[in-house]
């Protein structure tokens, strides 16, 4: 579930054409500006979640943010080189971004009895996925190709766009509470 810690893990090797050793200084400052881009897009994507939740409902956020991510992970497969490869990486943290603090939340709304166990389960699987997700990346790397590994990741981020309606609704709060001032329910959009 937790796709953001492959790029942390995989940006290093992940350069479309390493290679010689001249060349390693240069693809170490490639893979920082990767991961740095990811980071980045990343953090103006989780700034800009609540506005972007209140204009489109969480369900769609979700929806745009998964597809978007799939797409990125198949650009960094795909990438004909280091700049098109950045990119990539960029358009994957801003895709993610949302994905991880959304789950929360609809955790917290499905828990009418708001005991924190359902928050608690999307905890767990967050650290299951940083776990397990760069391993199963080197898994597949270490059989095919790198490029392969992260294509591996766009079926797990179409798994997310499937998974988006269980982000839907939230119990009505209280009227005048400011919890009811930002009811995200209101606005979702859930075609």
Known sequence: MHSASNPLNWTVPASPHPSGAALLALAGVIYALAYAGYALALLIGRS???RTVLA???????RIGGAVAALAVV???LAPG???GLAAFAVLGLGIAAVIPLAFTAAATHDPGHTGVAVARVNVFNYVGFVLGAPLVGL???AASLRWGFAALAP?????VALAPAFAGSPRPPAGTAAASLRLSDREDLS
């Not at 797990?156 to 997310?160: E, F």
């Open 48 to 50: 800009l979640a609540d």
């Open 56 to 62: 489109t409902g969480p369900v769609r956020l979700v």
């Open 75 to 77: 650009g960094v497969a």
């Open 82 to 84: 280091e700049v098109a």
């Open 140 to 142: 597949v790397a270490d």
């Open 156 to 160: 797990v981020a179409l798994g997310v």
